[in-house]
């Protein structure tokens, strides 16, 4: 969190505290709750441009942790904070990245050997590891093996959830939500094509062909969408930018209140 503290599509890290009992973490705050209020609250019913705007900044946030060769692991609804409830705020459509507990670092190979995160974003290439496993065995070493692209399937099933309503997997048993993963999802065409072709690149079911985080930013439902949204963009760039003060901070140092010190969504490629 140190490393990406200034990213300005991640849960900033402020400061940190130290007593003989407790590590206390500064961390920013974010209004608006997670995007599974979000979804609940507006029953599913996201614009396009706005689905698209919301998973451009998740983009951003991922290509910063994988431009460091580490993977989030748990990208889901809970895990992407919104600054503002108020539809009207220029901060409502700004999300944050947070919950950094389950990154974890490629190894020298490339991968990552440890299965860790939330069963219904798991990727099919986990989902088979698992598969391959003997009924409460322990899976071998050299069984476990995936890369960064598992947080690019994870944010595949959050666009398809924005975009569609429903996630495309049911959050049901193992025995019958794996085989759906393994087998991908049926992508709805009540979307406009570019739409459907992102989350069907998000989905791709062979890693190697999924984009990183940096492709899929060039994509055009991305591009053209941020294009078109350029005027309120900019209009982000007028977000006030404040510190955190001992002011901010309770008595106990448990709660910590702080302006988000840069709001506003311009990628590099459309700076």
Same mark, same amino acid.
């Given at each position: 969190?140190?490393?990406?503290?200034?990213?300005?599509?991640?849960?900033?890290?402020?400061?940190?505290? @130290?007593?003989?009992?407790? %590590?206390?973490?500064?961390?920013?705050?974010?209004?608006?709750?997670?995007?599974?209020?979000?979804?609940? /609250?507006?029953?599913?019913?996201?614009? @396009?441009?706005?689905?698209?705007?919301?998973?451009?900044?998740?983009? @951003?946030?991922?290509?910063?942790?994988?431009?460091?060769?580490?993977?989030?692991?748990?990208?889901?609804?809970?895990? #992407?904070? #919104?600054?503002?409830?108020?539809?009207?705020?220029? +901060?409502?459509?700004? %999300?944050? #990245?947070?919950?950094?507990?389950?990154?974890? +670092? #490629?190894?020298?190979?490339?991968?990552?050997?440890?299965?860790?995160?939330?069963?219904?974003?798991?990727?099919?290439?986990? %989902?088979?590891?698992?598969?391959?496993?003997?009924?409460?065995?322990?899976?071998?070493?050299?069984?476990?093996?995936?890369?960064? *692209?598992?947080?690019?399937? +994870?944010?595949?099933?959050?666009?398809?959830?924005?975009?569609?309503?429903?996630?495309?997997?049911?959050?049901?048993?193992?025995?019958? /939500?794996?085989? *759906?993963?393994?087998?991908?999802?049926?992508?709805?065409?009540?979307?406009?094509?570019?739409?459907?072709?992102?989350?069907?690149?998000?989905?791709?079911?062979?890693?190697?062909?999924?984009?990183?985080?940096?492709?899929?930013?060039?994509?055009?439902?991305?591009?053209?969408?941020?294009?078109?949204?350029?005027? *309120?963009?900019?209009?982000?760039?007028?977000?006030?930018?404040?510190?955190?003060?001992?002011? /901010?901070?309770?008595?106990?140092?448990?709660?910590?209140?702080?302006?988000?010190?840069?709001?506003?969504?311009?990628?590099?490629?459309?700076?």
């Amino acid at each position: 969190m140190q490393s990406l503290r200034g990213q300005q599509h991640c849960i900033n890290l402020f400061d940190v505290y @130290e007593d003989w009992e407790s %590590v206390y973490l500064v961390q920013q705050l974010a209004p608006g709750g997670h995007l599974a209020e979000r979804i609940k /609250m507006v029953k599913g019913q996201f614009q @396009e441009d706005e689905a698209a705007v919301l998973v451009a900044q998740v983009l @951003e946030a991922l290509d910063a942790l994988h431009s460091r060769g580490i993977a989030h692991r748990d990208v889901k609804f809970e895990n #992407l904070l #919104l600054m503002s409830k108020d539809p009207q705020s220029e +901060a409502y459509n700004r %999300v944050k #990245l947070c919950d950094f507990g389950l990154c974890k +670092a #490629l190894d020298d190979t490339g991968s990552i050997t440890t299965i860790s995160g939330t069963k219904l974003f798991f990727a099919p290439e986990i %989902v088979q590891s698992l598969h391959t496993a003997k009924p409460g065995a322990a899976l071998p070493h050299h069984e476990v093996r995936y890369d960064l *692209k598992v947080d690019i399937w +994870a944010l595949g099933v959050v666009c398809y959830t924005l975009l569609y309503g429903e996630e495309p997997f049911k959050n049901e048993s193992d025995s019958i /939500m794996f085989p *759906k993963i393994r087998r991908g999802a049926n992508i709805p065409t009540t979307a406009s094509h570019g739409a459907q072709d992102m989350v069907s690149c998000l989905l791709c079911l062979d890693p190697k062909q999924r984009p990183s985080a940096q492709q899929a930013l060039q994509h055009p439902w991305i591009t053209e969408t941020l294009h078109r949204q350029m005027p *309120k963009l900019a209009a982000c760039r007028r977000g006030s930018h404040a510190d955190v003060t001992e002011s /901010m901070l309770s008595t106990s140092w448990t709660v910590a209140h702080c302006s988000e010190p840069h709001a506003h969504l311009i990628p590099p490629l459309l700076s």
